[in-house]
């Protein structure tokens, strides 16, 4: 086999597997979600499920970290879910603020600490 089969192959398996199947829900999603009221008592189920889960996720980023997380301390990792909490609030509640926030301050907490990624 030549490298531009296999590299065509890799691309159509990434296309038909991981691109399309998400591309229906979203035209889905699209054309019910248009019906849906969001002030509706399932809609507000949706945001709390939605909301839990996203606590979950940053608890358990904070807790048992993985990957470059790992080398970091307990405390630079509260210090920056923090930061990017007071970023958030302070401009104007962005979710890109607060995230730029506080991986500023996880990197130059790093950097602080001589902990190379």
Do not use: C, H, K
């Not at 192959?9 to 054309?31: C, D, H, S």
């Amino acid at each position: 086999m030549s490298l531009y089969s296999t590299e065509l192959g890799a691309m159509l398996v990434v296309i038909f597997f991981g691109f399309l199947p998400n591309e229906v829900w979203r035209v889905l999603g699209v054309l019910f979600g248009r019906r849906i009221d969001p002030g509706s008592l399932w809609m507000q189920w949706v945001q709390a499920v939605a909301t839990a889960l996203l606590a979950a996720v940053v608890a358990r980023l904070l807790l048992v970290p993985s990957g470059a997380l790992v080398a970091l301390p307990l405390g630079l990792r509260i210090g920056a879910v923090a930061s990017g909490i007071a970023g958030f609030l302070a401009l104007r509640r962005s979710v890109l603020a607060g995230v730029l926030t506080a991986e500023a301050v996880l990197v130059a907490g790093a950097w602080w600490l001589g902990i190379s990624p």
